[in-house]
């Protein structure tokens, strides 16, 4: 893979002489940050998930809807029981699931290692859009210590190396539709906005959230083309129907399975009523949730999905207007938890100090997005935008660290760069 400009180091040491070279080279960026992730798997044996819920925390609701493809049972089950076909989840990844579970045994150790390593891989390559959107919004230095803060800090390889989720795909299709956004913006050519359409379908088949940035991301575009003077209207319509072609297989399977309309997923109702509620207190009511309650569990299977998601949706909708203003108080707090950490007991490390390391993060990535926005460098409206729209559905719903994964790319360069003007600030001499 080709290597971006060198800057100098003053080392002559073999150690130095490489990294001149490795510091700026995107093979062994990922090839690194591939390796520690492994290294985590192997040596800590993360692939070695507990049996004792029946294999349930392998991959959760997604887990088991791989496990229905591979046995032939189709997308269904993705609960402890059978209950038939679902669009609790989008589909790629439990298709990617069941892939591995027709190689390699369904929740096998070989299995959970195949996957992890999936995710770790895609882990490793969100280290090439970081450093193409920081080097075009910032400078290389940026650029070169983003790349790298994500190859190495335990936080982002917490997700890939122990969930078997789509977390980090979610966050590497989202840092590469940030990417394109920026690049499009002065260049022309059909394949772009093809791309753009197909990478948005994907996503969308990936994790439904991601969509809430995809109105403004175009927006942002079609903006700053106009600004330029340039034409977006056939690239839009193309990037639209290659979006439509995209998602349309799925959602007429939807409509042929439950015979109605789905747009990709069902469970929104449910998810709603989980946070909104008499008890809420803005986390995860998890004794709400079918797979934790026995009368829920037994609710659903009576009513079927879309019928226990209506119900479950009525009953937010109901508590929600007999409630207004506790509502809003709930929901400040959901927006506090996700931007600070939700309360939680966890042994190492204290939860006082993971929260609050989760908050000066959050802090300092709006202090760098403040910078920038003031310094008018180039995309600080596209990171505005993603920071505002991405996160709040789960204002409405409830938060948790891992909702916040898909947008650390982002949050990460923000971060270097509000250093990086601190430290240029402090460098400069007192005039």
């Given at each position: 893979m ?15 002489r ?8 995107f ?13 985590i798997i ?65 929740y ?9 390593t ?8 969100t ?54 956004a ?6 022309e050519?059909w ?5 753009f ?48 072609a ?83 108080f ?12 939700a ?31 003031r ?19 789960y ?24 250093f990086?003007?601190a ?9």
């Amino acid at each position: 893979m080709a290597d971006v400009a060198v800057t100098s180091v003053p080392s002559s040491s073999p150690f130095g002489r490489w990294w001149r070279q490795a510091r700026t080279s995107f093979f062994w960026i990922v090839l690194l940050a591939l390796a520690l992730r492994l290294g985590i798997i192997v040596i800590g044996h993360t692939y070695k998930f507990k049996t004792l819920d029946d294999n349930f925390s392998f991959g959760w609701e997604m887990g088991r809807i791989g496990r229905a493809l591979a046995t032939g049972q189709g997308f269904s089950n993705p609960f402890n029981e059978t209950t038939g076909p679902t669009a609790w989840e989008p589909p790629l990844y439990p298709f990617l699931i069941a892939g591995v579970f027709r190689l390699f045994g369904v929740y096998t150790y070989a299995s959970a290692l195949v996957l992890l390593t999936i995710n770790s891989i895609f882990s490793a390559l969100t280290c090439l859009p970081i450093f193409l959107i920081a080097r075009r919004c910032c400078n290389e230095t940026v650029a070169i210590w983003t790349a790298w803060l994500w190859a190495l800090l335990p936080n982002v390889t917490y997700w890939c190396t122990r969930w078997v989720w789509e977390t980090s795909l979610a966050a590497l299709l989202l840092a590469l539709l940030f990417w394109l956004a920026l690049v499009m913006e002065e260049r022309e050519g059909w394949q772009l906005w093809f791309g753009f359409g197909l990478l948005w379908g994907i996503a969308g088949l990936t994790n439904t959230s991601l969509l809430a940035f995809l109105p403004a991301s175009g927006l942002y575009l079609w903006s700053r083309r106009a600004k330029l003077r340039k034409r977006s209207f056939a690239g839009a319509v193309l990037a639209s129907l290659v979006f439509i072609a995209c998602v349309t297989p799925w959602l007429i399977r939807n409509h042929n399975t439950f015979g109605r309309w789905i747009f990709i997923r069902s469970n929104f109702g449910a998810e709603l009523r989980i946070g909104n509620g008499m008890n809420s207190d803005g986390t995860w009511q998890e004794y709400l949730h079918p797979t934790q309650n026995v009368y829920e569990m037994r609710r659903f299977r009576q009513l079927g999905e879309l019928g226990y998601v209506n119900v479950r949706r009525q009953e937010a909708i109901a508590w929600i207007r007999q409630n207004p203003g506790k509502f809003l108080f709930v929901s400040f707090k959901r927006f506090v938890y996700y931007w600070s950490g939700a309360p939680k007991l966890s042994v190492f490390p204290p939860p006082e100090v993971k929260n609050s390391l989760f908050l000066a993060s959050s802090l300092l990535a709006v202090f760098g997005l403040w910078l920038m926005l003031r310094k008018r460098r180039p995309g600080a409206w596209l990171f505005l935008w993603l920071i505002l729209a991405y996160p709040a559905i789960y204002y409405v719903v409830f938060p948790h660290p891992r909702y916040r994964h898909p947008i650390e790319p982002e949050l990460a360069i923000l971060i270097v760069y509000g250093f990086s003007q601190a430290e240029t600030k402090k460098a400069r001499p007192a005039g």
